[in-house]
C-alpha cells in the first residue's frame, strides 16, 4: 500500500484483487455496487482484479448509490540502459570519484585522460526508468538496484583474485529517488590498479550483471556489461607512473570469455 488510495505490486504473474467491504457484507448486498475499471471475478461480486502480467496504473472504482471509492494500482517494472559513452546524465545526482576524469563514462587512463587513482578506470551508469509513467510521483521509496560481478584477476602472471558474488554499489553510488522523468541511476567504477603499484604486469577480466528491485522484488531484466583491461608496467620504466603502458583497456555490452590463465608470463 502506498497512502490511503494507491496500491502497487511488481509486474509477474497473477492479479491484484480489490475487494470491497459492504454493510451487510454479502454477496446479496452487492447486487447494489457497479464496478469500473479491473476485470469481473466470477462469483464474487465484491472482488475486481487487475492483472500483473502487464506495467500499467489502473483505476478501480466501486459505486454504491451515491457513494464512490476509487484505488489506484500500479504495476510497476523498469526499463534499462547502461551506458559507457559520452557523460553522466544531467539528472543523475550522484559522483564519480575524485581523480577519475568527473562525469565522463568509458574506459579512462592516467597517460590519455590524466587520471590519479589508478592505471585504468572503467565508468558506467545505469539509468533505471520505471513504468507506468507517473509512478515517480506516488513510488519514492522501496527501490534498489543490484549487482553481481564474475571476475578473475592476475598479476605479473598469476592468479591474485577472482569470485562469483554481489557487488552492490554503494548509497552514494546510487540516486533512487525517481526524477520527473521516472529514471533512477546507478554509476560504477571498476579499476586496474589503485596506487599504481603493479608488480610487473597487471590484468583484469569482469562481467557484471545490473538488476532493479522494490521492496525485494525483481522489477527489472537482467542487464550484462563488462570491464577488461591490461597492463604491462615494464614498458617505458623511467616514466613510471604515467607512462603508456595500457595494452587492453574497454568497456561495453554483453560477456567476455573471462580467461583462465593469465595474458602475460611470470617475470
Same mark, same amino acid.
Request: glycine share 8%.
Given at each position: 500500500?502506498?497512502?490511503?488510495?494507491?496500491?502497487?505490486?511488481?509486474?509477474?504473474?497473477?492479479?491484484?484483487?480489490?475487494?470491497?467491504?459492504?454493510?451487510?457484507?454479502?454477496?446479496?448486498?452487492?447486487? $447494489?455496487?457497479?464496478?469500473?475499471?479491473?476485470?469481473?471475478?466470477?462469483?464474487?461480486?465484491?472482488?475486481?482484479?487487475?492483472?500483473?502480467?502487464?506495467?500499467?496504473?489502473?483505476?478501480?472504482?466501486?459505486?454504491?448509490?451515491?457513494?464512490?471509492?476509487?484505488?489506484?494500482?500500479?504495476?510497476?517494472?523498469?526499463?534499462?540502459?547502461?551506458?559507457?559513452?559520452?557523460?553522466?546524465?544531467?539528472?543523475?545526482?550522484?559522483?564519480?570519484? $575524485?581523480?577519475?576524469?568527473?562525469?565522463?563514462?568509458?574506459?579512462?587512463?592516467?597517460?590519455?585522460?590524466?587520471?590519479?587513482?589508478?592505471?585504468?578506470?572503467?565508468?558506467?551508469?545505469?539509468?533505471?526508468?520505471?513504468?507506468?509513467?507517473?509512478?515517480?510521483?506516488?513510488?519514492?521509496?522501496?527501490?534498489?538496484?543490484?549487482?553481481?560481478?564474475?571476475?578473475?584477476?592476475?598479476?605479473?602472471?598469476?592468479?591474485?583474485?577472482?569470485?562469483?558474488?554481489?557487488?552492490?554499489?554503494?548509497?552514494?553510488?546510487?540516486?533512487?529517488?525517481?526524477?520527473?522523468?521516472?529514471?533512477?541511476?546507478?554509476?560504477?567504477?571498476?579499476?586496474?590498479?589503485?596506487?599504481?603499484?603493479?608488480?610487473?604486469?597487471?590484468?583484469?577480466?569482469?562481467?557484471?550483471?545490473?538488476?532493479?528491485?522494490?521492496?525485494?522484488?525483481?522489477?527489472?531484466?537482467?542487464?550484462?556489461?563488462?570491464?577488461?583491461?591490461?597492463?604491462?608496467?615494464?614498458?617505458?620504466?623511467?616514466?613510471?607512473?604515467?607512462?603508456?603502458?595500457?595494452?587492453?583497456?574497454?568497456?561495453?555490452?554483453?560477456?567476455?570469455?573471462?580467461?583462465?590463465?593469465?595474458?602475460?608470463?611470470?617475470?
Amino acid at each position: 500500500m502506498i497512502g490511503a488510495d494507491n496500491w502497487a505490486a511488481v509486474k509477474g504473474a497473477g492479479d491484484v484483487i480489490v475487494e470491497v467491504t459492504l454493510t451487510p457484507n454479502t454477496d446479496d448486498a452487492a447486487k $447494489a455496487i457497479t464496478w469500473a475499471g479491473g476485470n469481473e471475478v466470477v462469483g464474487k461480486p465484491r472482488q475486481r482484479k487487475v492483472s500483473k502480467g502487464t506495467s500499467a496504473h489502473t483505476e478501480v472504482t466501486v459505486t454504491c448509490g451515491s457513494t464512490s471509492e476509487t484505488v489506484h494500482l500500479w504495476i510497476l517494472w523498469s526499463s534499462v540502459q547502461i551506458r559507457t559513452t559520452n557523460s553522466k546524465s544531467t539528472g543523475n545526482n550522484t559522483n564519480f570519484n $575524485a581523480g577519475t576524469g568527473g562525469d565522463k563514462l568509458g574506459v579512462l587512463t592516467d597517460e590519455d585522460e590524466n587520471i590519479t587513482i589508478a592505471e585504468v578506470v572503467g565508468k558506467m551508469e545505469g539509468v533505471f526508468t520505471l513504468t507506468p509513467t507517473g509512478v515517480f510521483q506516488v513510488i519514492k521509496s522501496g527501490w534498489d538496484i543490484k549487482r553481481w560481478i564474475i571476475f578473475r584477476d592476475y598479476s605479473n602472471g598469476s592468479l591474485s583474485n577472482s569470485g562469483n558474488r554481489s557487488d552492490d554499489s554503494h548509497n552514494a553510488d546510487e540516486d533512487l529517488i525517481p526524477d520527473n522523468d521516472n529514471n533512477i541511476y546507478v554509476i560504477d567504477e571498476p579499476t586496474l590498479r589503485i596506487g599504481f603499484n603493479v608488480n610487473h604486469t597487471k590484468e583484469t577480466y569482469n562481467n557484471f550483471t545490473e538488476w532493479l528491485e522494490w521492496n525485494n522484488n525483481k522489477a527489472s531484466d537482467d542487464n550484462i556489461w563488462y570491464f577488461q583491461s591490461r597492463v604491462d608496467d615494464d614498458l617505458d620504466i623511467a616514466n613510471k607512473p604515467n607512462n603508456d603502458d595500457t595494452e587492453l583497456k574497454e568497456i561495453g555490452l554483453g560477456n567476455i570469455v573471462i580467461p583462465n590463465s593469465a595474458h602475460y608470463s611470470t617475470r
